[in-house]
């Protein structure tokens, strides 16, 4: 994560979480619970936002971290001046997403490497055509991130795809004075434009924008395009405050 924000922003403060996975306790790795979902993490954004001293932020996530983004002034308007959304969904998991992710979430629990045929189909899912023919610095972070850590893998499966809700119902609740920016990646295939689109349409003060020649990891494939996108709302915002 923290590689998809330096190559995002490398000019700004920023903060950066690892995809869900297990934390140490008293020298084993034990996970609380059996995945972890988007309240979870709005709770655990506050609790950061009050270490660091933050009253209210504007929140840029990616995929997962979209999803966040998205449901975060729902949670917390209070804490809220803009949030941007890039690849991200708020339908549940198509049948086919739960039977693949629990399949593979299961092995990657009981195994230290992740088989070569998911890994296959996970690199599918991170990049498109243009990054398969055109960008070789970005498929080799996919292999890394897929060899980094599998049980943390496992775990952002069972949260992101196994366990995730329908949220557009509360993504309605948001105020209409804070304004968010969906983006979609026109190549992804793991959040289909129309999905996105949906998640942007039910948000009251939501743009939608797609980057053409892009896939699922937009910020780290992408950043030139998504920053410009990220500018342009952001001097918006700034001149509606």
Known sequence: MALSVRALRPDASHGAHRQPGPRRVRGAAQAHRPFIDLKDCADVLVTVLDALGIGKCVLVGNSWGGMLAGVFPAYYPERTTAA???????????????????????????????????ARAARAAFGGPTAEAS?????????????????????ALRSV?????????????????????????????????????????????????????TAHLAARENPRAVNAEIDTFLAAVEKEH
């Open 135 to 155: 960008n070789p610095e970005f498929l080799r972070f996919t292999r890394f991130v897929l060899r980094d850590d599998p049980k943390s893998v496992s775990w």
């Open 84 to 118: 941007i959304g890039i690849n991200c969904t708020a339908s549940l998991p198509t049948m086919f997403e739960s039977v693949w992710a629990s399949v593979l979430a299961g092995y990657l629990a009981l195994h230290a490497r992740m088989p070569r045929i998911a």
């Open 161 to 213: 795809l196994i366990g995730r809700k329908d949220e557009h119902r509360r993504l309605a609740s948001i105020p209409a004075d804070i304004p968010v920016l969906i983006i979609a990646g026109e190549e992804d295939s793991q959040f289909p434009v129309p999905a996105v689109r949906k998640m942007a349409d039910a948000i009251p003060n939501g743009t939608f924008r797609l980057l053409p020649h």
